[in-house]
C-alpha cells in the first residue's frame, strides 16, 4: 500500500487540545510552526518543497496537528501565485515524501469546508471559525456545524475467475477502473455497494468484504475500497454513468497494469485506491 497517495500523515490531530485557547497561542506564535499556504486546490512551494515558514500572525489558520518532532502544522487560505502547485499534479509526479501529501490532504479538505460554509446552514447568518477550524458556531441562531466527510463506495466484484471494471467517456482513451459511486443518507457500506453496483452495470452483489480506505482531497471524499462477489453476469451499463463495463481475465488485467494489453487498455495507476482494490481482487 506504500504508494497509495494520502494515507501516509504523521501528525498527531491532538485533538483534546483543539480547544485549549493558551496552547493554541503559543502554538501559533511558535517560530518553529509550520504553516502551510493554499488557494483552492493549490498550494504554495518553496523551489520543489513544501513552503512551510510561519511568516504572519495565524490567527485564522487551522490547526493540523503536531509532528514527530513536536512541531505543530497550521494551514490557512491565501491568494494564488505563480509559486503555488495543484495538489492533483503534486500526487500524480509523487515529487514529495508521502508524508507530505497526507498532510496536504488534511488541509485542502478542511480549508474548502470553510471556504464553502461561511453561512450558518439552518439561519443564513456569517458563522465563526472555532475549535482551532474543526467547528464553526453561529452567534445568530447558536448552531455549531461541523467538517464533512463524503464517503464513496469503490469496488471489484468477482465473477467465475473475472473481474468487473468500467469506465467513464470523460477519462483517457482504454482506461479502466473500479465502479465507483457515493454512499446516500441512511445506507450501509454494503447496501451502498450492491446499489451502485446494480445501478450501473446490471450486477447482483452478495458477499462483501472491506480491503482499505482513502481520503480524496477533491473536495472532502473518504474512498471505501471494497471486493464483491457476483450473483449474475449479464452486464447491463447504465449510459448516464458508464461509458461501458466488462468482465476482465485476470491475465487482461496484469497485461493492463504492465502496459503490455494488446488493445492498449490501461488500469488505475498506483496513487488510487482502484489500483489496490484491483490487485487485492486479484490475490
Ligand atoms: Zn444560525
Excluded at 490547526?63 to 503555488?84: H, I, K, S
Amino acid at each position: 500500500m506504500l504508494d497509495l497517495a494520502f494515507v501516509s500523515s504523521p501528525l498527531d490531530r491532538n485533538a483534546n487540545n483543539r480547544t485549549n485557547a493558551d496552547f493554541m497561542k503559543a502554538r501559533r506564535r511558535d517560530p518553529n510552526t509550520m504553516v502551510l499556504q493554499l488557494a483552492g486546490d493549490t498550494v504554495r512551494m518553496d523551489n520543489a518543497s513544501l513552503f512551510t515558514a510561519n511568516d504572519a500572525p495565524q490567527t485564522e489558520a487551522i490547526y493540523l496537528g503536531e509532528d514527530l518532532n513536536n512541531q505543530a502544522w497550521f494551514a490557512r487560505a491565501v491568494a494564488p501565485n505563480e509559486d503555488f502547485k495543484p495538489l492533483r499534479g503534486l500526487m500524480i509526479e509523487a515529487s514529495l515524501p508521502a508524508a507530505e501529501i497526507s498532510i496536504l490532504a488534511h488541509a485542502r479538505s478542511i480549508l474548502h469546508w470553510h471556504d464553502s460554509h461561511g453561512f450558518c446552514a439552518k439561519c443564513g447568518a456569517k458563522s465563526q471559525m472555532a475549535d482551532a477550524g474543526y467547528r464553526r458556531h453561529c452567534e445568530a441562531c447558536k448552531a455549531d456545524h461541523f467538517p464533512r466527510t463524503d464517503p464513496v463506495v469503490i469496488m471489484v466484484v468477482h465473477h467465475q475467475g473475472r473481474f468487473l471494471l468500467g469506465r467513464q467517456a470523460a477519462w483517457a482513451p482504454g482506461m479502466f477502473s473500479a465502479l465507483a459511486g457515493f454512499m446516500e443518507p441512511g445506507e450501509t457500506i454494503e447496501a451502498a455497494m450492491r446499489r451502485e453496483v446494480l445501478e450501473e452495470a446490471g450486477i447482483r452483489v452478495g458477499k462483501v468484504s472491506y480491503v482499505t480506505s482513502q481520503p480524496w482531497p477533491f473536495p472532502s471524499s473518504l474512498m471505501i475500497g471494497l471486493l464483491g462477489d457476483a450473483e449474475n453476469s449479464e452486464i447491463i451499463v447504465d449510459p448516464k454513468e458508464l461509458e461501458t463495463a466488462r468482465w476482465f481475465e485476470r491475465s487482461e488485467i496484469e497485461s493492463m497494469f504492465d502496459g503490455t494489453h494488446p488493445e492498449g487498455l490501461t488500469a488505475s495507476h498506483p496513487y488510487a485506491i482502484a489500483h489496490h482494490i484491483i490487485k487485492a481482487a486479484l490475490d
